[in-house]
């Protein structure tokens, strides 16, 4: 019987303070459009912009006829070991959100056999709440921080409104990041019903 490999990743949203990051497990052989739902999972995205793994001149997203020859390959047609296998890399970027250009940075931290028992994906770590979707990029975001974290900020009260009069950039909810992912995996792991054959 074959075991299945993980990758353990580290995923950190780049330019952005108090620091951001998911450190997630996923099957080595995870297409790169299930791996971006993943991250999405992981970080809190709503997954409402278009995205592209990067690692050198390579990109990997959503084909679209506009692009030609020159767009990203299918993400649905590259799985994680075998882009890791053929470009070598121990990383790769992901960018999510074209206008707001949010970069991540995913180190492969190692692969192992995967555990018994163990659903992936699934949450290993994490840090740091994730950016509100459209707030100007990592830029915006500092300036949207600055502006909560300060009463006296001439914009505090607009973006307590804006936003969740709650948010705190540096708490992240564990449990909840933990049930999505846990989602994904049962989803991923009900086998498809056999077809019938008439």
Excluded at 160 to 180: E, K, M
Aim: include cysteine; proline fraction near 6%.
């Amino acid at each position: 019987m074959k075991t299945t490999q993980i990758a353990r990743l580290k995923i950190t949203l780049a330019r952005v303070k108090p620091a951001v990051f998911r450190r997630i497990e996923v099957p080595l052989a995870i297409r790169l459009d299930r791996l971006h739902l993943a991250i999405q999972a992981a970080m809190g995205w709503t997954n409402s912009h278009l995205y592209e793994f990067r690692s050198g001149d390579m990109g990997w997203g959503e084909p679209h006829p506009d692009y030609g020859m020159d767009g990203p390959v299918d993400a649905g047609k590259a799985r994680l070991g075998d882009v890791l296998g053929e470009i070598g890399a121990k990383t790769l970027d992901y960018i999510y959100d074209f206008g707001d250009g949010w970069d991540h940075k995913i180190k492969i931290e190692r692969i192992e056999s995967a555990m018994p028992g163990i659903a992936y994906p699934r949450l290993l770590a994490a840090a740091g709440a994730c950016p509100p979707e459209d707030v100007g990029g990592s830029w915006g975001y500092a300036k949207f921080t600055a502006a909560i974290n300060d009463p006296k900020h001439e914009h505090h009260a607009h973006y307590r409104g804006w936003y969740d009069a709650d948010f705190d950039p540096a708490v992240v909810d564990l449990s909840g990041t933990a049930a999505r992912l846990a989602a994904l995996a049962e989803l991923w792991s009900q086998k498809r019903p056999n077809k019938r054959k008439d």
